[in-house]
């Protein structure tokens, strides 16, 4: 049970104890201000919650600060509703002072020496004092506790196991520290709780005062406000993020509606495009063809088969054009994309054996079953084969695989064309980009529009023989029942 006597230090600072003399506290204001001093530029610069803790309980034990045996940090758990040792710092046994101390002296060892020293020891959780710290948890609702009561009324205390003058009895937490006397001051500021720091001299034996009291508490006061402006800073940062992350997704949507008004005025111009020439296109190749059956002049056929053929062009690139436009809902059904890929394969056969092209099919004709429409499949597989083709006008070697990947299954297309620069694998699924000559760009563009219809993803590599690889991964039908 603790009992408490008419000797604190309140929020304010300043002892309610009748024998205090006003001035009593010179010597020990200049020996925190001393220790401010030396610690202000570590607390004004660190935004790690750590390196406060750091120099919070480097401050409390060292010969240059207030001179403690040991020191141990509390934090508040909110989430857990608790008081809980995080860290401690100081010899662990008598031996253990002897030895630091006497390295201490030796070296001469300053307050920043021992600042970088014990950082590896904080992160020790198999240091015998944070094994004591941890093995401490309180209750933030159990009031009667010293160190809870410490922290919820910002006021430091001396504890020990029997009431006296000017202390606050605590037998229990006494034991638990293996102490017969501490001192607690709240590591408090602004209305928010952050925890306590508790400090004694069990090796040396000193009792503590009113004075080594006071210093704790203004040094755990002037520790809060570091740990506000902390909490205060990853606070800022962390909103610093979140308006980037919106600052990028309005960028985003800014572009996807720059992107959506320019395909805009792409569907407009295309419709217009197709019906200005259609009509007159059919027209010159419908009495091109007509007059070519009516000629016997060579002369004047080879200029006919010129025009034939350069109307058709015409109107396959309208026809490629037409395909941009919306095709209408989705015709879903189950394929078997092996099937599916032989067929196509077979529809190029002629433009293989005319660029001499080998083509290389790996993979066994086991069914694959994929839920797609049919048609736009193959049209998507069309494009990327005759786009591959189209990288080697002097022949090569073509590869078409499939595997299965989990759930899913990858068809890829490689050839040993000219490739593509890396710079280009983002824009070559843009209508209209292309570095070929003749070509409008539309093939991969359109071919990517039908795969994302499928819930797939297509992507584009350099592959080992320095041409491209196109590779389409779409959902498989596992069960097809």
Not at 55 to 83: H, I, P, Y
Request: hydrophobic residues 40%; glycine residues 8%; contains cysteine.
């Amino acid at each position: 049970m603790e009992k408490r006597t008419d000797i604190s230090m309140n929020s304010s600072l300043s002892y309610r104890h009748d024998n205090d003399s006003p001035d009593g506290h010179a010597g020990p204001i200049k020996l925190l201000l001393d220790l401010v001093i030396r610690l202000n530029e570590v607390f004004v610069k660190a935004r790690e919650l750590n390196e406060i803790l750091n120099a919070v309980l480097a401050g409390t034990t060292s010969g240059d600060g207030l001179g403690f045996n040991r020191a141990f940090l509390f934090l508040v758990d909110r989430e857990k509703q608790v008081l809980q040792g995080r860290f401690g710092l100081g010899p662990h046994s008598a031996e253990d002072a002897g030895r630091i101390w006497s390295e201490i002296d030796r070296c001469q060892v300053g307050l920043f020496q021992i600042l970088d020293g014990i950082r590896d020891q904080l992160l020790d959780e198999s240091h015998p004092m944070n094994v004591l710290a941890r093995s401490i948890t309180i209750s933030l609702d159990d009031e009667e506790n010293i160190l809870v009561r410490s922290l919820a009324r910002n006021q430091a205390y001396i504890v020990t196991p029997e009431a006296r003058e000017g202390t606050i009895e605590s037998r229990e937490m006494c034991e638990q520290f293996g102490t017969n006397e501490f001192a607690v001051a709240p590591l408090y500021s602004h209305g928010e709780e952050y925890g306590v720091v508790v400090a004694d001299y069990l090796y040396t034996g000193k009792p503590i005062t009113y004075d080594h009291l006071y210093c704790l508490h203004l040094f755990s006061g002037l520790a809060s406000i570091a740990l506000c402006q902390s909490k205060m800073c990853r606070t800022l940062e962390d909103r610093m993020e979140e308006l980037k992350s919106v600052n990028r997704a309005v960028e985003e949507q800014k572009n996807l509606l720059i992107e959506t008004e320019k395909f805009s005025a792409i569907g407009k111009m295309l419709d217009r495009l197709l019906h200005e020439m259609r009509n007159p296109l059919s027209a010159i190749g419908g009495i091109s063809r007509l007059l070519r059956r009516r000629e016997d002049d060579e002369n004047k056929l080879a200029y006919l088969d010129a025009i034939i053929k350069e109307a058709d062009k015409i109107e396959e690139t309208l026809l490629h054009l037409a395909e941009l436009q919306d095709s209408g809902p989705m015709s879903w059904e189950l394929v078997d994309l092996t099937s599916l890929v032989d067929l196509m394969a077979l529809m190029v056969k002629s433009d293989l054996e005319e660029l001499g092209v080998a083509l290389h099919q790996n993979y066994t004709p086991d069914e694959i079953l994929v839920r797609a429409d049919r048609e736009r499949l193959k049209q998507a597989v069309l494009y990327i084969i005759k786009n591959s083709l189209e990288a080697m006008p002097d022949g090569g070697i073509l590869v078409i695989a499939i595997s299965r990947k989990g759930s899913d299954v990858e068809l890829r297309i490689s050839d040993s064309g000219l490739g593509i620069a890396r710079g280009h694998f983002k824009k070559v699924d843009n209508p209209f980009f292309t570095t070929k000559l003749n070509s409008l760009g539309l093939g991969l563009s359109k071919a990517k529009q039908i795969v994302e219809a499928h819930n797939g993803v297509l992507a584009l590599s350099t592959n080992r023989i320095g041409g491209t690889t196109c590779s389409i991964t779409l959902p498989r039908v596992i069960n097809s029942q």
